[in-house]
């Protein structure tokens, strides 16, 4: 079992920079993977980017790449440092797990993140 908290959201103006924190507490071997996704009003939940725990792959959305870093200082806590926020980045954002490696990519398999925060809301105003 897994158990992820987030924490650092807020509302920012446009060109703003936020960083998100995930803490993780339970099985490693279920969180191999460490993912970041975000949820607008009305729009289907998206990845933003992903990091392999232990390891030095990450992959990001195109739409966030060049303004997003995802990183993470041990097993337990990942990061998501959002700078040059834009208006469309307004979202929910939730830190989810998967054991798979082999699904650590943008546009991988949502369904194989079995573990999920409860989210924390980013709002950038223009």
């Known amino acids: 079992q897994v158990h992820l908290v987030e924490s650092g959201g807020g509302s920012v103006p446009a060109g703003g920079s936020l960083r998100l924190s995930c803490k993780a507490r339970?099985?490693?071997?279920?969180?191999?993977?460490m993912g970041w996704f975000r949820q607008a009003p009305g729009k289907q939940r998206e990845g933003v980017a992903v990091?392999?725990?232990?390891?030095?792959?990450k992959n990001y959305a195109g739409s966030v790449k060049g303004r997003f870093t995802v990183s993470q200082d041990n097993e337990n806590t990942v990061y998501l440092q959002m700078n040059n926020l834009k208006s469309e980045d307004t979202a929910m954002y939730y830190c989810?797990?998967?054991?798979?490696?082999?699904?650590?990519?943008?546009?991988?398999?949502?369904?194989?993140?079995?573990?999920w925060g409860q989210g924390t809301q980013v709002t950038v105003s223009s």
């Open positions: 989810a797990a998967t054991r798979w490696a082999w699904n650590c990519v943008i546009g991988g398999s949502i369904q194989e993140y079995l573990y």
């Open positions: 339970g099985s490693t071997y279920s969180r191999n993977c």
């Open positions: 990091i392999l725990i232990g390891g030095t792959e």
